[in-house]
Every structure is written in C-alpha cells, then in structure tokens.
C-alpha cells in the first residue's frame, strides 16, 4: 500500500496568511494526487486534482504542486473561511489512500 | 444538480450485516466510477471500496476484504455496499462519491452526506 505522510498535521495562522501543506509518498505516484478540503459535519471538498489543477469554483489563492512522491497545497492568503481540515489523497493505485491530514486554526 | 443519498445505516450487532444504498442524480451515472469512503469518529477519512462505471470491476481496502460487496444498477442508478460479518471497527459514518472524470485516478468531486454504522452489542 501506499502510504502519505502529511505534514503539519495542525497548524495555526492568521488571516492574510500564506500557508504551505506538504504530501509525501512511500513511492512515486506520478501526478496521481488530490487534495481536499473538509470542515466539520461537512463532506470533503476537492480543491486540486492531478496534483496541480484546480477545481472549478476553487479560489485562486489554493495553488498543488509537485509530482513523484512530494507534493504541497498553498495558500496563499489565508481566509476565515479556510479554517479547515485539509488531506491528501493518493490515486494512483488501489488501495486508495489518504494522508492524516492538517488542521488549520486561526491564530 | 449532482446528488447522492445515502441510506441503510444503523445500529447493528457484530457479525451482523447491512446493506448500505446510494441514490444518484443530476449525472450519467453509469459513466462514471464510484467509491464508497468512511469515517470512525474523531479520525481521518479511509477508502472502502470502488467500483467501475460499465464493467463493474471492484476493488476493496484490506479490512474490508472478503465481508464487504460494493455493486451498482445503471438502471435505478444506484450504488450499493453489502456489508456482512460486522465489527465494532467498522463502525464509522459512510459516504459514497462519484470520481470527478469517471475513473478513480482523478480524484472525487461529488459526496454524499453520510450513514452512520453502529456495530455494538
């Protein structure tokens, strides 16, 4: 199986904050990467497929990178609505797999 | 609109059995593969099982494995999530979702709310 290992796995800013959320992969996974943003109650929303691209209706300020077994989501400046759960996920094989997730609290 | 609705979840023993429903709308559902993910309270999302659009092919996770069957019907477009031989960790919120590009490898871009599975004496 493939594991991700997300880091950080909490994180506090503030508003107006650029943010950086890394994803690594036990092995290469080409681009094969998702990134998801879930609030509490709520089912997860896809920001980023194919590492890099992203989903309409996606605010700019959410940018995926990378490819192989290292990949990050940015943000750029921070907003109070992006206090939020974030977690990749890898699909390039089956198993699917998720990382453990980042928690991202106001300051 | 895209809608899924799940159904079919409660309160059962272990080694119990239930068998979850996932109703689709707004979409061609056939055209599309599908999942099913949970989530125990407290802890992270975990993929259950996927199943192709046409040709049906299934795949589960390794907990799942061999008490679990995921199958679809085109017609009623419907997904669907046997779940036999119960145990307590299987007890979890379960949503399905529909792939964003139809095959798996392009992320899920569409979820139902969830049913919550209680396996306990």
């Known amino acids: 199986d493939i594991q991700l290992t997300q880091s950080p796995s909490f994180l506090s800013a503030s508003v107006g904050d650029r943010v950086t959320i890394t994803c690594r992969a036990s092995?290469?996974?080409?681009?094969?990467l998702a990134w998801y943003q879930q609030k509490p109650g709520k089912a997860p929303k896809l920001l980023i497929s194919a590492a890099s691209t992203l989903q309409r209706g996606v605010p700019s300020r959410f940018s995926g990178s990378g490819s192989g077994t290292e990949f990050t989501l940015t943000i750029s400046s921070l907003q109070p609505e992006d206090f939020a759960t974030y977690c990749c996920q890898q699909l390039n094989s089956y198993p699917l797999t998720f990382g453990g997730g980042t928690k991202v609290e106001i300051k | 609109e895209v809608q899924l609705l799940e159904s079919g979840g409660g309160l059962v023993q272990p080694g119990g059995s239930l068998r979850l429903s996932c109703a689709a709308s707004?979409?061609?559902?056939?055209?599309?593969?599908m999942s099913w993910f949970r989530q125990a309270p407290g802890k992270g999302l975990q993929w259950v099982s996927a199943i192709s659009g046409t040709d049906s092919s299934t795949y589960y996770a390794d907990s799942v494995k061999g008490r679990f069957t995921i199958s679809r019907d085109n017609f009623k477009n419907t997904l669907y999530l046997q779940m036999n031989s119960l145990r307590d960790e299987d007890t979890a919120v379960y949503c399905c979702?529909?792939?964003?590009?139809?095959?798996?490898?392009?992320?899920?871009?569409?979820w139902g709310q969830g049913t919550l599975v209680t396996v306990s004496s």
């Open positions: 707004g979409f061609t559902f056939s055209n599309y593969a």
């Open positions: 092995q290469g996974i080409s681009s094969y």
């Open positions: 979702a529909k792939t964003y590009l139809g095959g798996s490898s392009s992320g899920f871009d569409y």
